[in-house]
């Protein structure tokens, strides 16, 4: 190990001044409208650079490189669909959004269909959110693992506790502004870890094309068809397979998802909400170029290993990088890391406690009491995120396909109810959860059998939900219409 303790200090500093960070930003919150929506004064170039790091977390930071070492770049076709789906999400669902005072996301659907619909889709989110972050969580006990030699329950626990620390007590303003500083902190970190490479090779950039290009390392561009029709949809990293996929589980992740809706909820109008998600997009497509480009420069120092895609970058930073350099990059790492786990913690409390509790519940209590148990709520997610950490650790598929597999679960469904509700305008309650439904159980079987790549999964979900529930929808009209004998 070539980490000493100028390491430990730059780490232990970094992670001590966020958390006090997070509770001096956050400031005093009196109702949960303050504890949840950051009193809707935040401005939109801040919640754009939250939006960025809350998406990006320790998987990004590591596996992407790791993806990019074992392959190419094919994965930025998919950031180009996640730009394209942003695009939509601010002239589509944005609008819907703004006609009702939300809560959560969710709300639109009690408004538009009632609240089973409401209830059931909070629901889903809280069980989809929590297993996708419990593998984002696990991801990051991996580096810390191996840096202090402790188990990955141990590395678990630590960054939950801190995560929870500026969650509890700033509350989303506070968790925002915390992600503004680690945005900046994880992405100047892979630069500079990618200028580090470049130094080590003995010619330099010349190095990393002599050894990348004949590879194919800097491939961007799969249009798919060399392997037929079934091998289109088998390959995730195809052009179309790429812009469309992106696009829908942009469009499920950015519109339907309270993680990224709380924060656009944060702003003061609806073209503050607008330029803050299509600014996301832009940043998004750099940084993913940026994590691409330091796997392409791993391959060219480390060649060809076998070895686990996930594990690649942090055992270079841990391994190779001079003490103090590998300190900032770790602690870039935890950045990532910790934006995601505090997010989710708050979207899950707020979701929990304005969907689920405050209905059936909470509506007679005062604002000193509702506060009380919101942070309560947040206590709970983080013990269950944990849980779901540890649940996770012995996978052995790559921690970011894993990830995006377990939203595309229900990121279909979910999109197509709302999608059902912007665009069908007779669609009832019924109609919505009937689609709900089935579409889940559809990408479940989908999902089972393996039958299309991943990044098919959330556009096949969509379409199931919205035919049958236009389906349904179209036959009650009818039976409400009956022909007139003349």
Known sequence: MNHSYLDYVIIIVYLIGIAVFGIVSGGKQKTINDYFLGSKNVPWWVVCFSIVAAETSTLTFISIPGLAYLTNMNFLQVTFGYLIGRIIVAFVFLPAYSKGELKTVYTFL???????????????????????????????????????????????????????????????????WVEVVQMFTYLGSAVLAGIFIIHLLPDGWQSVTNAAAPANKFNIFNLGFDKGFSGFFSQPYTLIGGLIGGAFLSMASHGTDQLIVQRLLTTKTLKDSQRAIIGSGIIIVVQFTIFLTVGVLLYAYYGVMSVKSDTVFPRFIIDVLPPGLSGIIIS???????????????SLASSTMMDLYTPFFGRLNDDK??????????????????????????????VVELALSIASFTYGGLLGTFLLGILVKKARQEDAL???????????????????????????????????????????DRDSHPAVNK
């Open 110 to 176: 009690e408004n538009r269909f009632g609240g089973k619909t409401r209830s059931f889709a909070s629901i889903v989110f809280l069980f989809t959110r929590m297993a996708a972050d419990g593998v984002r969580l696990y991801a990051t006990a991996i580096p810390l693992k191996l840096m202090l030699n402790i188990s990955y329950p141990q590395a678990i626990i630590i960054l939950a506790i801190i995560a929870l620390i500026y969650t509890y007590t700033g509350g989303v303003k506070g968790v925002i």
């Open 369 to 398: 009491k509702q506060l009380m148990i919101s942070r309560m709520f947040t206590i709970m997610w983080a013990v269950l995120l944990v849980g779901a950490a540890l649940f996770f650790m012995n996978t052995s598929q790559a």
């Open 434 to 476: 009937a689609g709900f439904v089935a579409g889940i159980f559809i990408m479940i079987t989908v999902i089972s059998l393996k039958l299309v790549a991943w990044t098919w999964f959330t556009f096949i979900g969509v379409a199931a939900t919205l035919l049958i529930g236009g389906l349904l929808n179209g036959l009650s």
């Open 332 to 346: 870039g790492l935890f950045a990532a890391a910790l934006s995601t786990l505090a997010g989710s913690m708050s």
